[in-house]
């Protein structure tokens, strides 16, 4: 392999490995991410996020609640192992938007405001829409580009293809 080839490979996008790896790493901090905050409010029992809800004045805070936390980790798991992405898209935007608007939005953009640093460590304020809005482009990606190599899709497109030769 040529020098030239190489550097390019490495300054250049796209990096010099296959395109549909891009969408590896998003699945996994994606899934991850809402599989960790879904199981977060259900083990800190999840009439503590209804109690949220109900605070927060938004309607219907029972179905509201559990059905954040079971769409949370249904989606979760869909999108970490590249299954029904589109479909699991459509509640975690949804969960994402209903987040930036009723708790977020009011913070500002960012999502880290460093207050203050003292002998017990940083001190941080109320996180803005920020990393919501990262979640969303990153799922918006995987609808856009699909799920990638290694994902219950791209077993099924294999099968589907292989079946229809």
Not at 39 to 57: E, P
Not at 82 to 102: D, E, K, M, N, S
Request: charge should be positive; proline fraction near 6%; aromatic fraction near 10%.
């Amino acid at each position: 392999m040529k020098l030239s080839s190489l550097l390019t490979g490495v300054i250049v996008s796209p990096a010099a490995i296959p395109e549909n790896f891009f969408a590896i790493p998003l699945r996994l901090i994606v899934g991850f991410g809402f599989l960790q905050h879904g199981f977060a409010k259900l083990f800190r029992g999840g009439d503590a996020f209804v109690g949220i809800l109900v605070a927060m004045h938004l309607p219907l805070p029972e179905l509201l609640g559990w059905a954040t936390v079971v769409m949370e980790i249904l989606c979760g798991a869909l999108i970490l192992i590249g299954a029904f992405v589109p479909l699991a898209a459509i509640p975690a935007i949804i969960i994402l938007l209903v987040a930036i608007f009723t708790a977020h939005l009011p913070y500002g953009f960012s999502s880290i405001k460093l207050l203050s640093y003292d002998a017990m460590g940083a001190h941080f304020g109320q996180p803005g829409y920020e990393t919501d809005l990262l979640y969303i482009a990153s799922i918006l990606a995987l609808v856009i580009g699909g799920a990638g190599p290694f994902s219950v899709e791209a077993i099924l497109r294999r099968r589907l293809s292989y079946r229809s030769k």
